[in-house]
């Protein structure tokens, strides 16, 4: 196991700057900080999703992995250079999402995010999860980001649409769609 925290306060940001994972100090308010902490507060999003009870097993055993797969991405972006995030992490998205999927009707016209408190927190998880693949895109203008990284977080996007539609489904047994006003 690597370090631990022992003091959670070390003053060395006081001033507005903090350390990456090689020990480089930028602001922290550089594009770098941004996209690691939106991970961060992706994995928060998707923990608020797994605090509620009765979900169906695949489904946490799936968000339970996102959430540590979370972590190496945020450790890839925190250390410049850094490589973690591979194709076969996508590849496990894309296996999951043609399961959940499987089992639910086509969509014809848009839904209206929410559906059941799990499904809302989902949802906006997946709202989370479009800016920070947003910022990582900004990022990677300026440093590199790896393509495997990108990828990533545009398919889990894409999980996290059809988890919420699960959910919403096992939460109220259907979704709620959008009219045209």
């Known amino acids: ?20 994972g090689d020990g480089t100090r930028v602001p922290k ?70 399961a959940f999927n499987a089992n639910l009707p086509p969509l014809a016209e848009f839904i209206l995010p929410g559906g059941g408190p799990a499904a809302a927190a989902c949802h906006l998880a997946r709202t989370i999860c479009r800016r920070t693949e947003r910022l990582c895109w900004s990022l990677s203008r300026e440093e590199t980001v790896t393509s495997d990284a990108l990828i990533y977080l ?16 096992h939460e109220n047994g259907s979704e709620i769609f959008w009219r045209k006003s």
């Open 154 to 169: 545009n398919r889990l996007s894409d999980l996290l649409f059809v988890v919420a539609r699960v959910l919403a489904r």
């Open 29 to 98: 308010d550089s594009l770098r900080v941004e996209a690691y902490g939106t991970v961060d507060e992706l994995n928060s999003a998707i923990g608020m999703v797994l605090a509620v009870p009765a979900m169906p097993a695949a489904v946490r055993a799936s968000l339970t992995q996102i959430q540590n797969d979370l972590f190496d991405l945020g450790a890839e972006l925190c250390i410049p250079g850094h490589s973690k995030i591979t194709k076969a992490y996508t590849d496990r998205l894309e296996a999951e999402l043609d």
């Open 1 to 20: 196991m690597g370090n631990r925290l022992s003091k959670i306060y070390t003053r060395t940001g006081d001033e507005g700057s903090t350390g990456l």
